[in-house]
């Protein structure tokens, strides 16, 4: 048997020579007297007219739709997202298990609504997801989950940078922390921008002990 590479498409239910895809057709040799038999396709190198179905011997389910898989790649969450993304994103409910405080009990609703902002900041932040329970304890302490929170009592409140937002930090942090294009202070009070430049101040500060320290209930001022 000799073997014929064809350019081939197959289009509703009919058997179409092209140029954009190769079939292999297995047909019998001719014969030493220079005929060929009437059950084989004689081809060429270049063919771009159609052949039914019949003429190339074959059977095709006219019922039979073509069908595609596309793999795609798993992406984090917070890579597909835009830097406006991140600044729109809102206080949502968690559906989650619920969040257990460290020192007992579960962290409260009005905090725990901000979990989604506090995981896409601690993605971007390389945080273990682990860490997420101190945290957000942290946070019921700092501002009891209130974006808008000031406090104009203590001393950085009368040197004129009072702590705000989720988790209460000066405009001086907020601006050698924030994240890429969002360093003008108007953005503090921002969830997602507070909480990234918390975050970072923490990481660069202390390290990861001290969210190891929120996870096991010490939650001390930072």
Not at 77 to 87: E, P, R, V, W
Not at 113 to 120: D, G, H, S, Y
Not at 122 to 134: E, F, N, S, V
Request: hydrophobic residues 40%; charged residues 15%; without cysteine.
């Amino acid at each position: 048997m000799k073997r014929h590479i064809l350019p081939a498409a197959i289009a509703g239910g009919s058997f179409l020579i092209a140029a954009t895809a190769l079939v292999t057709i297995d047909a019998p040799l001719a014969s030493a007297a220079g005929t060929t038999p009437a059950n084989s396709v004689s081809v060429t190198n270049q063919i771009s007219h159609p052949l039914s179905e019949n003429a190339l011997g074959l059977s095709l389910d006219k019922n039979l739709k073509p069908t595609a898989t596309v793999t795609k790649k798993a992406v984090p969450a917070s890579t597909q997202m835009t830097l406006q993304d991140k600044l729109d994103l809102g206080p949502k409910k968690w559906t989650g298990a619920p969040i257990v405080h460290p020192e007992g009990g579960y962290i409260n609703s009005n905090v725990s609504r901000w979990a989604n902002v506090v995981l896409v900041a601690m993605k971007d932040r390389h945080i273990p997801r682990k860490y997420l329970p101190g945290i957000l304890s942290q946070m019921q302490q700092e501002s009891m989950g209130d974006p808008n929170a000031v406090n104009n009592y203590d001393s950085n409140a009368a040197m004129g940078t009072p702590s705000k937002g989720l988790l209460q930090v000066i405009a001086p942090t907020y601006q050698t922390y924030a994240a890429k294009g969002l360093s003008n202070p108007k953005y503090l009070t921002n969830p997602y921008a507070n909480v990234y430049a918390s975050l970072g101040y923490v990481k660069d500060s202390y390290g990861m002990s001290k969210f190891e320290s929120w996870n096991s209930g010490a939650n001390q001022a930072y």
